[in-house]
């Protein structure tokens, strides 16, 4: 705990250190905002269609509990499988299960999925091949990376590092042309989504009502990853359940504009059970075209806790569009360092639930600018988040050693200088 000052300090001064790191931000803001100013004026009724959404995660999140449970028995019915798991630990052990040892597995993009770590997991312990299909994802898998964005894994990689990836996993040179970046992922990944024994994604909204589970993309690798393998696990957040339909439609209609500037993402994949038929005789059968089995792991690990905390449980609200990031002072210096898994302030709240109080120490980087409470399409109001988390982690302990300073001579001599109060009075200050 000592030395958590210096390690952020470190970091921070590595992060600015690193020229091609904001080369590559500085593009993706560029065309990040420009894109999504032209979406918005395209689609004015979208500003008003948030705030529906922030209601519904209001009366979701005061319910999740019940949501989750109700969503998990309409899955049964369709011949899916639910599991509520309470941690970390616990979503590890019962996807592990599910999948196997030495299983080939297509992996969509999952916020959800690296909160646990579980690619690291199913590759140590289970000795699975696992491929990130996302093109982002593959990109920071073949580099051995973290995420550094939360929609835009790989935002802090410009083209020129990419090409030199994948020049080495082709052995041979790959242009810096962007397209022909995509179009070698392209080929490269084809093949696996058929021969996977396994895809794994996340959920971006599940309808409670039907078990319904809505994945949003554009590149079609998850509509592959959840369909050509014949099983499919999903991991989904506790509070991405929505009681009906209506519900979930209205939040993956407001994402792609502020999360990718697009009017609409290329694909939206609702899936209700595994695949099934009764084309022959009125006869059930499931696993046609797409998974025979289907399994969703809800997962709590700290939600619970989250939405008990009167101010706090605001993150919960939170559709991770990532569009408070773009703009944020802070994070357009730090980027990856701003944050781990979940970044920017919004993100230091979410850590702390997800990964322990004492890893969301980055909140005391944040500025409390309030940009990011403008950009925010559900108005959540992140600065006063941040504030009410310094104050949790002050009462953990983890005080700034010259705030505390600060403190004690505003107490001692009434400035934060610390003073003598007498030399003030003389000096008529
Ligand atoms: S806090 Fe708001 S802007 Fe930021 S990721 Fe969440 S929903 Fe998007």
Redesign the pocket.
Known sequence: MKNWVEELRSATLKAIADESRRTALRRAVESYTSNKGKALSRLPHLSDLALDVRRIKETSVERMEDLVKEASEAIADCNGHAHIVRNAQEARKIVSEIVGEHKLVVKSKSLTCEEIELREYLEDKARCRILETDLGEFIIQLRGEKPTH?INPSIHVPREEVAKTFSRLAGRKISGDVEALVSFARSYLRDYFIKADVGISGANAVAAQTGTIFVVENEGNARFSTNAPPVHVCVVGFEKVVPALNHAFKVVEVLPA?ATGVLMSSYVSMITGPSKTADIEKKLVYGVHGPKELHVVFLDNGRSEMAKHPVLKEAL?????????YECPVYRVLSGTFGHNYF?G?GSVWTAYTRGFEKALFAYMCTGCGR?RE????K?D?PRLVEALRGELCRLGFKHPKATLFFDNICLQGNPWGEPKALRGSLGC
Do not use: D, Q, R, V
């Open positions: 939360i502020y609200y939170c559709i991770k569009c990532g569009g408070c990031l920017g919004i990011c950009l925010c399409p559900l959540i992140t």
